[in-house]
């Protein structure tokens, strides 16, 4: 059987997120992964399927797929180098360091550290570990949905998910595992922040589309461009997805509710999907008909994510609320 490097995550029940919206509502606390975040899950199972015989690992990263290379790569026993983008903040740099990896930055945004990750592994013979367009990944990530449907017994079901989508990988993780339980009519909802949509932006235009930039402080959000996977998903109508933005404040808003009452510190790619919740959007698509007026309980995937401490929060206060 194969080696796990990730762990079955809680699954909690927030009372208070729960009086907001009006359905019990469950967080899958991926922030509990080890390497901080749920990219352990794909990255662990992508690693023992192709890189047992490794000579090192490269991957390309805003920092959170980054984290969960170097922790399989010290586990392996292997070299990791990391590719980030000069938007990657020194806090993940560090924490990437002190797990080991060697720390290269290239670009200025995930898209351009990823042509040099591709690169090396080229030029240097190691092993390309893509952060989101994989279906190693994808099985990886699917787990989650099958731990939630244990958790919750035979005959709960939730009547939505809300996941936050950077390039789509945690999505086509998610749709698939939704698929390998059977719950094909559970609606997801997709979450991005304005200027980190490529998503979006690709439902909107009925293609998958390229970004000019990535405007947004969800720098984990931000890939310019979302895997055809995803995009697929959106379009083959054997699950619906409703895609969904909110703004960086909005994000803002509800890490430090988060924070409050739920006591856990999450980054901005997070926040995206939180927000959902405390943003009123879920009422909202009540509201339009694109949820059920009752509706069964809301499963938020709280993804995690290192980029973040009370410093960089107080900068992201400082920034957004200027
Ligand atoms: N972050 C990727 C891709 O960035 C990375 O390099 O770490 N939540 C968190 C905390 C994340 O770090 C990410 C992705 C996501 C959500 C979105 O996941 P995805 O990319 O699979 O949609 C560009």
Same mark, same amino acid.
């Given at each position: 059987?194969?080696?796990?490097?990730?762990?079955?995550?809680?699954?909690?029940?927030?009372?208070?997120?729960?009086?907001?919206?009006?359905?019990?509502?469950?967080?899958?606390m991926?922030?509990?992964?080890?390497?901080?975040?749920?990219?352990?899950?794909?990255?662990?199972?992508?690693?023992?399927?192709?890189?047992?015989?490794?000579?090192?690992?490269?991957?390309?990263?805003?920092?959170?797929?980054?984290?969960? $290379?170097?922790?399989?790569?010290?586990?392996?026993?292997?070299?990791?180098?990391?590719?980030?983008?000069?938007?990657?903040?020194?806090?993940?740099?560090?924490?990437?360091?002190?797990?080991?990896?060697?720390?290269?930055?290239v670009?200025?945004?995930?898209?351009?550290?990823?042509?040099?990750?591709?690169?090396?592994?080229?030029t240097?013979?190691? $092993?390309?570990?893509?952060?989101?367009?994989?279906?190693?990944?994808?099985?990886?990530?699917a787990?989650?949905?099958?731990?939630?449907?244990?958790?919750?017994?035979?005959?709960?079901?939730?009547?939505?998910?809300?996941?936050?989508?950077?390039?789509?990988?945690?999505?086509?993780?998610?749709?698939?595992?939704?698929?390998?339980?059977?719950? &094909?009519?559970?609606?997801?909802?997709?979450?991005?922040?304005?200027?980190?949509?490529?998503?979006n932006?690709?439902?909107?235009?009925?293609?998958?589309?390229?970004?000019?930039?990535?405007?947004?402080?969800?720098?984990?959000?931000?890939?310019?461009?979302?895997?055809?996977?995803?995009?697929?998903?959106?379009?083959?109508?054997?699950? &619906?997805?409703?895609?969904?933005?909110?703004?960086?404040?909005?994000?803002?808003?509800?890490?430090?509710?988060f924070?409050?009452?739920?006591?856990?510190?999450v980054?901005?790619?997070?926040?995206?999907?939180?927000?959902a919740?405390?943003?009123?959007?879920?009422?909202?698509?009540?509201?339009?008909?694109?949820?059920?007026?009752?509706?069964?309980?809301?499963?938020?995937?709280?993804?995690?994510?290192?980029?973040?401490?009370?410093?960089?929060?107080?900068?992201?206060?400082?920034?957004?609320?200027?």
């Amino acid at each position: 059987m194969e080696k796990h490097f990730h762990l079955n995550t809680p699954l909690l029940e927030s009372i208070s997120m729960s009086k907001r919206v009006g359905t019990a509502v469950y967080l899958k606390m991926e922030n509990a992964q080890p390497s901080g975040s749920f990219k352990i899950r794909g990255i662990g199972h992508f690693c023992q399927k192709l890189a047992r015989q490794s000579a090192g690992l490269v991957c390309s990263s805003a920092g959170n797929a980054g984290m969960a $290379t170097a922790y399989v790569a010290s586990k392996m026993g292997v070299a990791a180098t990391i590719v980030v983008p000069s938007s990657s903040s020194q806090l993940v740099v560090q924490r990437l360091q002190d797990q080991g990896a060697t720390v290269k930055t290239v670009g200025k945004v995930w898209d351009d550290a990823n042509a040099e990750a591709l690169r090396l592994a080229e030029t240097e013979g190691l $092993t390309y570990i893509p952060p989101f367009d994989h279906p190693l990944l994808w099985e990886g990530h699917a787990g989650m949905i099958a731990e939630v449907a244990a958790s919750l017994g035979a005959g709960v079901k939730p009547g939505a998910v809300v996941v936050s989508v950077g390039g789509g990988g945690l999505l086509c993780g998610v749709v698939q595992g939704l698929k390998d339980v059977g719950w &094909t009519d559970v609606p997801v909802i997709a979450m991005e922040t304005v200027g980190a949509d490529c998503f979006n932006a690709a439902v909107k235009a009925g293609r998958v589309v390229t970004l000019d930039d990535i405007t947004s402080e969800a720098k984990c959000l931000g890939a310019k461009t979302v895997c055809e996977k995803a995009f697929e998903h959106s379009r083959s109508g054997d699950l &619906t997805i409703i895609s969904e933005l909110v703004t960086d404040r909005q994000v803002l808003q509800a890490m430090e509710t988060f924070l409050d009452e739920e006591r856990v510190l999450v980054e901005m790619a997070c926040g995206a999907a939180l927000a959902a919740v405390y943003g009123g959007l879920i009422g909202r698509l009540q509201h339009g008909g694109q949820l059920p007026a009752v509706l069964g309980p809301l499963l938020v995937v709280v993804c995690g994510g290192s980029m973040i401490d009370t410093k960089q929060l107080a900068a992201l206060k400082h920034k957004l609320q200027a």
